[in-house]
Structure formats: structure tokens, C-alpha cells
């Protein structure tokens, strides 16, 4: 068990060789590569990292405050399901409701690896390859369809 200060100093050393890592994997894929996270331009619609000692995650969640603009944006989603879901096979994951801890429901579109755990420097490079070319291919499928999703939901 890791004390307060350990955790936080692990989180940071965790952050800091993925953003290192994210360099190199910008060099393979042969363009800079910049997070797009929060920055979809559609409030509500978020790309993030989940990291845990149990599971590591990259996930497309949609949060608008109001319960049926949730509804409309995974309609308006769903009506684009190939194109998300382009390059991941059967593997990614869409559930309408995700009730989170905090009691709010999201819409969620996620991909996870089970069995790694970020406090274990050993699963770091595991982790870091999963959530870099997981996050790329979810990140591009998106862009792919960014334009029309934000005329469409206006």
C-alpha cells in the first residue's frame, strides 16, 4: 500500500513517461500527436484515459448535464457506429447508461485492458502501448466524423 505522497509521486512519474512515450509513438506514426481529451469542440463529448490498478481504459464518454441531450448525442452517435468502431473489431465496448460513483450516468464507448496495474512500473510499457494506439485509433475515428456530429448537435 502506497501512502499519499507515494501515490501522488507515481501518478506524476506515471504522466510524465506516457507523455514520453507519446513522443516516441509520434515518431512511429510519423506525425506529432496531440490529445484531443476535452477539446472535441462538443460539450459533453469527451475522449479520456482511465487508469487503474485493476483495468486501463480509453474512452468516449458523453456527459451533458441533461439527461436527453445525453440520449440524442448517442443516437446521433450510434448512426456513425462503423465508422468509431473502424479498426477495432468487435472489441470496443457501447453502453447507452454508465452509472459513475459520483451517481451521474454517462454514455460511454471504451475499450479496457484487464489485468495491468499502473502502480506496477513493470506494466507501464504494456499500458502505455495499449492507451497510445487505442487513444490514436479512437482520436482519428472521431475526427472523421467531428464536423458533422457538431452540425448535428447544435
Known sequence: MY???EVQ???RDFWESFHNYTAFYSRKVGKPIHWMLYKTGIKGLELKFDVDTKQVSVILEVNPRNEEKRFDYFVELDKYRNI???GFGLSLVWEEQVKLADG???TRIYKSLQGCNYHNRN???TIF???AT???QLQNNL???LPVLKENLK
Open 3 to 5: 501512502s499519499k505522497e
Open 9 to 11: 509521486i507515481l501518478n
Open 84 to 86: 468509431i468502431n473502424q
Open 104 to 106: 451521474k450516468t454517462v
Open 123 to 125: 506494466h507501464w510499457n
Open 129 to 131: 502501448h495499449f492507451i
Open 134 to 136: 487505442n487513444m490514436y
Open 143 to 145: 475526427s472523421d466524423i
